[in-house]
């Protein structure tokens, strides 16, 4: 059977479809975005509906290109740096200080057309609508487009954010290849870019006010609440482990059941308890055994020995390290009830980023004005740009409901109503905070 994407037909038509304009006197404008929206899904769209737009690829500059002339019909000052990233910028009334918004435009293999996107397309309209209706801005505004947030080519993602922070490290870059054994220094050239260009792209963040990014909601908490979207509470950190149980491999059929030591028998005992461990700790903590490995791996082979791995995240770093704890504790104590060795090994360990509470209060503030609802909030079980410059700089962000919490997959699916919405909430956010004194 062939596949049949959710979105097959232009996708301008069907996010207009059952769609009515509002609040025009705001000058967001939902058919510009929806013609947007669509302008993009076209750059690297795949057989399958879906988006291909890889990081450091000729549809990833493409996309850029088009999303600077959208900054320029803005009002924007438009500069790309030397990790690809492209900034407009709206020089400010009566401050230099900047309020930073956007997000990326990259997507995994066979993406969504709204993962990143919206985040780019939203902080664009907000200056267009500034434009259309006169507004200036005391302080600076500026529109961020980071390269490779998605990190498809070389597993490892938030690259352009990175960058802009000075978190890259020149001989850890030089060192990725790609799938095709592409060097990350080679492919950096064929983007006009250099691995140099790519470390001096660091920016001294104390110039920015504050950072905000719109994201789809990449889960189902705001469609379980009826909500159009909602603000995030903190980016969870994960911790991954490596959980090794170390039996004795026999023939399956010459060992009695009562004389075995079986691997998977213990790790089976253990993933079972993981699962009930993060409501033990707090409502945002979640672990999750993502991979197994069986060894030898025969269908006559009593396992001899398994590795499982488990990703341990939470919004609050004490909180997730408590999680992490109870998870060695019940990995040993499965271990020696079946009298099976036990090795763990902790491969990453990455801090949570919280939001800063005054965006937190501002932005809920913000969702009452523009809608009308009580401030609804959520944690972020994914990373995002925003989690790298929210380590230096006060930091928010905004979720839109995500229709199944279906994403990177040509199925994603945000309403224009739903996106929209979030926009005017943007909108009022950043002009509240832009009247603040400091």
């Not at 490779?148 to 870059?173: I, K, Y």
């Not at 839109?400 to 909108?427: F, M, N, Q, Y």
């Amino acid at each position: 059977m062939k596949f049949i994407p959710h979105h097959s037909m232009n996708l301008e038509q069907e996010l207009l479809e059952n769609f009515e304009q509002s609040n025009w006197d705001s000058g967001v404008d939902g058919r510009r975005l929806a013609s947007r929206f669509s302008a993009i899904s076209q750059i690297g769209r795949t057989e399958e509906g879906g988006s291909r737009r890889i990081g450091f690829t000729k549809e990833e500059q493409f996309a850029k290109k088009v999303v600077a002339g959208w900054m320029e019909e803005a009002g924007l000052e438009v500069t790309v740096d030397g990790a690809g990233n492209v900034f407009g910028k709206l020089e400010g009334t009566e401050s230099a200080a900047i309020i930073q918004s956007g997000s990326h435009v990259d997507t995994v293999p066979n993406g969504g057309h709204f993962d990143g996107v919206l985040g780019v397309l939203a902080a664009i309209e907000v200056a267009q609508a500034w434009k259309d209706t006169g507004y200036r801005p005391r302080h600076s505004f500026e529109v961020a487009v980071f390269s490779d947030e998605e990190g498809a080519r070389f597993h490892s993602g938030v690259t352009g954010s990175r960058a802009m922070a000075g978190e890259l490290n020149r001989d850890v870059q030089r060192a990725l290849e790609d799938e095709h054994g592409r060097s990350f220094e080679n492919v950096l050239e064929d983007n006009n870019l250099s691995l140099t260009g790519l470390i001096e792209a660091k920016r001294d963040l104390s110039a920015l006010k504050a950072f905000v990014e719109v994201h789809i909601e990449q889960g189902k908490q705001l469609e379980k609440n009826n909500l159009p979207y909602g603000i995030v509470s903190g980016i969870a950190g994960p911790c991954w482990l490596e959980v090794t149980f170390k039996g004795e491999a026999g023939h399956a059929g010459n060992t009695p059941m009562n004389d075995r030591s079986d691997a998977l028998v213990t790790a089976s005992s253990f993933v079972e308890k993981v699962s009930t461990l993060p409501r033990q700790v707090s409502e945002t903590a979640v672990a999750t055994v993502g991979k197994m490995m069986v060894s030898p791996g025969g269908v006559n082979v009593i396992p001899g020995q398994v590795t499982v791995t488990v990703d341990i995240r939470d919004i609050d770093e004490a909180q997730r390290d408590e999680l992490v704890t109870l998870v060695q504790r019940t990995a040993e104590q499965v271990a020696n009830a079946h009298q099976t060795e036990l090795e763990i090994m902790e491969s990453i360990r990455v801090k949570p980023v919280p939001v800063d509470p005054e965006l937190y209060l501002l932005a809920g503030k913000a969702m009452e004005m523009a809608s009308g609802l009580d401030p609804f909030y959520l944690a972020s079980g994914a990373g995002h740009d925003a989690m790298i410059i929210g380590k230096y700089v006060p930091m928010v962000m905004f979720f839109t409901r995500s229709r199944k919490g279906v994403s990177h997959s040509p199925l994603e699916w945000s309403s224009l109503e739903d996106c929209v919405e979030t926009i005017h909430a943007l909108k009022i956010f950043i002009e509240e905070l832009d009247q603040n004194e400091s």
